[in-house]
């Protein structure tokens, strides 16, 4: 006769081993196809460096251009829009002359330390556990000490990526301009909607949150209260819907970069007010 007492725990104790009736493998699956090929996609674009121009637009996997190769590099930056202009003479020649490898990379340092990101893949790469009250791979928890001590880095980065928004949002807002002439094209709308989404994204980073206000015993005993709280709250807001912006500011900057490279390389035309 079955018991008539509700049973607690005592999970299967082999790998992948649970009391779960969901599909609940479907997550971690998605999340590791859809960060293999999304992330892969960037890195061989950094490496690439190709077709990342076309006035007025740039490339966010390029953006902003510190240096950018003189030739060699069809639909690449020109000299004159560079910061630094041409690479120098010393860069190595094993390496390719890619303006993705200078602030974009602070972008990669901060994903992959961002608190989101890390449950994504000790999910569904290190599977250590796959889900909640699903046996994984058994590691003693270290949190972020010996190798995953880089992980603090992740409030110093969150300075990097806010001055890259801040370039971003400079580019979005050349792209009205072409020649000097106001105007937009498909390119101006889908680059302004991507800095808007790695707004969202970083906004409501948790290190953000901590930083305008978070950290504080009281957030309105002082002067700047009412400005501050409004801040924290719209960041708390932001910071709930977290892995939301991660993935729409993820697969727009790819997409950003698709498009960019199939009106540089004449695949596609932009349509334009120009
Ligand atoms: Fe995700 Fe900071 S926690 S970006």
Known sequence: MPSPLVQIGGHPDRFAGNAR???????????????????????????????VYYEPYVSPTVAPPLFTPASGYPGAVPVSEAWFGAFPEWWPSFLPQSPAF?????????????????????????????????????????GETALLIFQNLHRYTLYAALFLLVCLWWEGFRAFFKQGELGMGVGTVIMVINAALLTGYTFGCHS?????????????????????????????WLNARHMVFAWMSLVWVVLTDVYIYAVSSGAIEDLNTW
């Open 102 to 142: 200078f602030v974009p990379a602070s972008a990669i340092a901060f994903r992959f330390t961002c608190y989101y990101y890390r449950k994504a893949y000790y999910r569904s790469f290190f599977v250590s556990p796959p889900a909640c009250a699903v046996r994984g791979v058994r590691r003693p928890y270290r």
């Open 21 to 51: 009736t969901d599909a609940w493998w479907v997550g971690p699956a998605a999340t590791a196809l859809g960060l293999t090929v999304f992330f892969g996609y960037l890195t061989v674009r950094a490496f690439q460096a190709t077709y």
């Open 208 to 236: 953000f949150r901590h930083l305008i206000g978070g950290k504080l015993d009281c957030l309105t005993c002082d002067g700047a209260g009412t400005l501050r709280y409004g801040a924290w709250q719209k960041s708390s």
